[in-house]
């Protein structure tokens, strides 16, 4: 019995070795090489091609793998987070801080304000000075400072508020509780009362264009804090006093 295994098939020699070996197997065994052995013969051999083609995929080539095509890998990086905007920083303490430069001011009179800014001129030569100011202000009126830094500790921190005023003749006529400044923190009727101080006539004969630093203590407060100036005056006084600016000191 012939056996065939398929990994002894490595070209075309084998092949044609294996018709030999079967023509020659079909006269030796006794059998006459008649037209019709030999066509028999050669019917086998092209059967046994055919098959063995189909097994190999060509008649003289070794089948060839042809590798998986690699698949590529994506990599997803995780998003990132965005960071924390960092919130603007309280002014220094100790900073003179302009007073019309207000965060915020009453309205406790509709259609007029409570507090108005003004440019003025005083002096003359090199004495001359050229400023903003707030005045015209109405009694219970308050102007607003966001973020003021009172210091760290009561060791290193305020202790003592400075402002730059004018105030006329008329001031000195009003009563000490009708012409008075409370500074409060956070609040303009419940905050904390940090200090006060009231307002006196700073003219040298010419009202409202003497200006003179006014200035008070202040209780224990560190830490930054909204301050609110409020102001009180005679209800119908047009304006107690007129302000340039303001500092805290040590």
């Given at each position: ?5 398929r ?41 046994l ?5 189909g097994?190999?995929?060509t ?10 095509t ?17 919130s ?13 430069k207000f965060?915020?001011i ?13 440019n ?13 100011i707030i005045?015209?202000?109405?009694n ?9 830094n ?10 003592t ?22 500074l409060?923190l956070?609040?303009?009727t ?7 101080f ?5 003219g ?24 609110y ?15 340039d ?6």
């Amino acid at each position: 019995m012939l056996s065939i295994k398929r990994k002894l098939f490595h070209g075309d020699s084998w092949f044609f070795m294996f018709s030999i070996q079967l023509l020659s197997n079909l006269n030796n065994g006794g059998l006459k090489m008649s037209m019709k052995n030999f066509l028999a013969g050669i019917g086998l051999i092209s059967l046994l091609a055919v098959v063995l083609v189909g097994c190999n995929g060509t008649s003289g080539e070794p089948k060839t793998s042809v590798p998986p095509t690699p698949t590529a890998t994506v990599t997803v990086s995780p998003s990132k987070a965005p960071e924390p905007t960092a919130s603007e920083p309280a002014p220094s303490p100790f900073v003179k801080i302009e007073a019309e430069k207000f965060s915020a001011i009453s309205d406790k009179n509709p259609g007029k304000k409570d507090i108005i800014k003004k440019n003025i001129t005083i002096g003359e030569g090199e004495q001359k000075e050229e400023f903003e100011i707030i005045t015209a202000i109405k009694n219970g009126a308050w102007a607003r400072y966001d973020q003021v830094n009172f210091g760290a500790d009561t060791d290193t921190g305020a202790i003592t508020f400075e402002a730059r005023l004018a105030a006329g003749k008329a001031a000195a006529a009003l009563s000490p509780s009708n012409r008075k400044v409370e500074l409060r923190l956070d609040d303009p009727t419940t905050g904390t009362l940090i200090g006060s101080f009231t307002i006196d006539y700073t003219g040298n004969g010419v009202n409202w264009l003497a200006y003179e630093i006014k200035s008070c203590k202040l209780t224990n407060v560190t830490g930054v804090h909204d301050l609110y100036l409020v102001f009180s005056c005679r209800e119908g006084v047009l304006s107690v006093m007129d302000m340039d600016w303001f500092q805290l000191c040590r």
